[in-house]
C-alpha cells in the first residue's frame, strides 16, 4: 500500500512538474536559436559576438574588436535585424514612452536610442519593449540601461 501510494504520488508530481520542464527546455533552444541567428548576422557583416544577452523576444549583443552593436527581435509579425557601429555615435540612452491608465503610468515602449555625431545622419532606435506586442515587461527594460550603460563606456574609444 505505501509503495502504491509513493508511485502515485511520483507520477502527480511528475505531471505537476512537467510544463514546467518543457517551459525551461523551450527557453533554452529558443536562446539558443537566437544566439545562433545574432552570430550568423554578426558574420554576415564581417564581426563576432563577445558579449550578449537576452530578455524575452530580444537578444542584443556587441563586437568588441569593430565596436558594434548587433540586435535581433522576433514576435509573432516582424522580424527585425539591425547594427550599429559606435563610432558613428556620440551617445546611447533609454527612452522609455508611457500613458496615464487608471492613475498610473504604463510603458508602451523601451527603446536604446544612439544620437549620431554628425547632424545630418538620424538617430537609430533599437525597439526593446512594445506594448502592442507583450502584455508585459519581462525584463527588457532592465536590459535596456545595462546596455545603455555598456555601450556608453564603449562609444568614443
Known amino acids: 500500500m ?6 502515485i504520488g511520483l507520477i502527480i508530481l511528475f505531471i505537476c512538474l512537467l510544463p514546467f520542464i518543457l517551459m525551461g527546455v523551450s527557453r533554452s533552444k529558443r536562446k539558443k ?9 554578426a558574420n554576415e557583416h564581417k564581426g563576432s559576438i563577445n558579449q ?23 514576435n509573432k509579425t516582424t522580424e527585425t535585424k539591425q547594427h550599429i557601429r559606435l563610432v558613428d555615435y556620440k551617445k546611447c540612452a533609454v527612452d522609455t514612452t508611457t500613458r496615464d491608465f487608471n492613475n498610473s503610468k504604463v510603458i508602451d515602449t523601451v527603446e536604446l536610442t544612439f544620437t549620431p555625431i554628425e547632424k545630418t545622419k538620424p538617430i537609430e532606435n533599437l525597439l526593446f519593449f512594445n506594448s ?20 556608453n563606456s564603449k562609444i568614443g574609444k
Open 132 to 151: 502592442k506586442n507583450n502584455l508585459q515587461l519581462s525584463g527588457e527594460l532592465q536590459l535596456a540601461e545595462k546596455w545603455a550603460i555598456l555601450i
Open 52 to 74: 550578449h544577452e537576452t530578455a524575452g523576444d530580444i537578444i542584443i549583443g556587441l563586437d568588441e574588436k569593430n565596436n558594434t552593436v548587433f540586435f535581433y527581435t522576433k
Open 33 to 41: 536559436q537566437f544566439l545562433q541567428i545574432l552570430v550568423d548576422y
Open 2 to 7: 505505501d509503495l502504491g501510494t509513493t508511485i
